[in-house]
């Protein structure tokens, strides 16, 4: 491992030269100047980003940023504003208590399946409650096979 100091910091790179260490914070108005010499005439962004040691692509976020007015100096600085919110709670309760479900025995649960066997010595078991309609569709398309 390899350590490097710098003016500002020292930088800790692995055996393949990349950053291991913290990563340095930029303040807004670093990125704003990084971000204006971009945009002079002839200039590279990945020249610059090099330039300051940079990944290409982060510079090209930072200009996005700048580009929607949110590398503002005085935008960063201002207090976001607050905006007075009440809580309540609903109204809309129940007002009368939920009816009992009903119990249903094991006979009436048995009660409640159709069995359908098909020639083939497959079967097809419906419980609960069955839509005539559906189950009239199915009984159809099973006897055209």
Request: charge should be positive; avoid cysteine.
């Amino acid at each position: 491992m390899d350590t490097s100091v710098g003016a500002d910091e020292s930088v800790v790179t692995d055996s393949l030269g990349r950053r291991t260490g913290p990563r340095r914070q930029y303040s807004v108005e670093e990125k704003r100047r990084i971000v204006e010499e971009t945009r002079v005439k002839g200039a590279s962004v990945s020249s610059v980003a090099r330039r300051y040691e940079l990944n290409a692509n982060q510079v090209f976020a930072w200009r996005q940023l700048y580009r929607r007015g949110l590398l503002n100096p005085e935008a960063t600085s201002q207090a976001p504003q607050m905006l007075p919110v009440r809580v309540s709670t609903p109204t809309v309760l129940p007002t009368k208590p939920a009816a009992p479900a009903e119990k249903v025995t094991r006979r009436e649960r048995t009660s409640r399946q159709i069995e359908i066997k098909l020639s083939n010595g497959h079967s097809v078991v419906l419980r609960g409650r069955v839509d005539s309609k559906t189950l009239a569709r199915v009984l159809d398309m099973l006897a055209r096979r």
